[in-house]
């Protein structure tokens, strides 16, 4: 019964690494910065501060994932 392989930490280590979800976060913020400069729509300008904030909380967490 030792022969089995342990998967999990592998799994987990393969979808949570630190640089694509730091680039995805990255892309967050910057949407929010294209969204608080762009003059056509308000409902647009309305919410950019709420994804720039969503960003930089994801940017803060994911930096605490391995590498």
Do not use: C, K
Request: glycine share 8%.
């Amino acid at each position: 019964m030792t022969d089995t392989p342990n998967v999990a930490p592998r799994t987990w280590t393969r979808w949570f690494r630190r640089g694509p979800w730091e680039n995805a976060a990255m892309a967050v913020i910057g949407l929010g910065i294209v969204m608080l400069t762009q003059p056509f729509s308000l409902d647009v300008y309305s919410y950019s501060f709420a994804t720039i904030l969503g960003g930089t909380v994801a940017f803060m967490l994911v930096s605490h994932f391995p590498n």
